[in-house]
């Protein structure tokens, strides 16, 4: 199984990244170039990325599961700022640069919201956007399957499809399916083979370049995005490890992307990352209800 989670990059770049995934017993991960919130970026250490390289290679980490996923602060579907909807693209093909040259060449990417905007119109900003964005890039852009809150788009799988149908390179183009945000959006994930067959009639199997595994705080069509702990949301343990391990999916890469667990320890809030004990329960097939205890213990002298 290919599995990963979301792993820092702020530390020895590329290669803390790979080290903090092996850490957590990852076989794949993901990560921000830099903070996605903000446009402040470190310069790329050579000698960084060949550490990392040569890292993955001892411990079986494909660059080919490797993602990046795009930051936060790009708005493709909204250009009624023109300045700012430039400066999305600029800056969205200035991080891609930077994964190209780390070796990386996928990318996680919200469509966008449409804002005060309709869905058309947001949507064909999207495509526009997009066009110029992989303009002679030798690259994979994952459009990921959003919650539905705010003017989100790409709630749907038909909005989803109108802009992989639209785009002019449509083999530089991927969907990645959030297992939290297609239950917020609606989607009964408890009956996951007919959603699978709903993606392939619109879409397609082939076009599913990630999945993000992650379980839910929230009721079906709640849209509302806020991520929990594998079994201990309302997707529920079962329903989550029928799609690690369903057949159609077997060469897709799942990454985590659950919340840090919160402990106070000699009067000291931390928090502590989950990923390593819910990769265990994962490969074990089991869900083990101390999952926070355990992670509580593993860290509490770290």
Request: hydrophobic share 40%; glycine share 6%.
């Amino acid at each position: 199984m290919i599995l990963g989670c979301h792993v820092s990059f702020s530390e020895n770049g590329l290669y803390g990244s790979a080290k903090s995934a092996h850490e957590y017993l990852a076989n794949a991960f993901m990560f921000y170039t830099g903070a996605p919130q903000n446009t402040i970026r470190k310069s790329l250490k050579e000698e960084d990325i060949l550490n990392a390289h040569e890292f993955m290679k001892t411990h079986q980490i494909s660059l080919e599961h490797v993602i990046c996923h795009a930051p936060y602060i790009i708005n493709l579907a909204n250009k009624t700022n023109l300045d700012k909807w430039n400066f999305s693209i600029t800056f969205l093909r200035q991080e891609i640069l930077r994964c190209l040259k780390m070796g990386v060449k996928k990318m996680v990417l919200h469509p966008g919201s449409a804002l005060a905007l309709s869905r058309f119109e947001a949507l064909d900003n999207i495509v526009e956007a997009l066009n110029q964005v992989m303009d002679g890039l030798d690259f994979t852009l994952l459009l990921e399957t959003m919650a539905g809150k705010g003017s989100e788009c790409g709630c749907t799988l038909e909005e989803v499809k109108y802009i992989l149908d639209s785009v002019l390179e449509k083999n530089k183009f991927q969907v990645c399916i959030d297992t939290c945000h297609l239950n917020d959006a609606g989607y009964d994930l408890n009956d996951f083979d007919s959603f699978l067959d709903l993606f392939d009639q619109l879409i397609g199997i082939s076009k599913i370049g990630c999945v993000h595994l992650n379980d839910s705080k929230n009721v079906l069509a709640s849209h509302k995005d806020r991520h929990e702990n594998l079994g201990f949301g309302t997707i529920s343990f079962e329903t989550l490890l029928k799609i690690c391990y369903h057949e159609k999916l077997k060469e897709v890469p799942k990454i985590l992307e659950t919340p840090f667990v919160g402990y106070s320890i000699n009067d000291k809030k931390r928090i502590y990352p989950p990923y390593r004990f819910e990769i265990e329960m994962i490969r074990k097939r089991q869900f083990d209800p101390d999952l926070y205890i355990k992670i509580r213990e593993y860290y509490k002298n770290a």
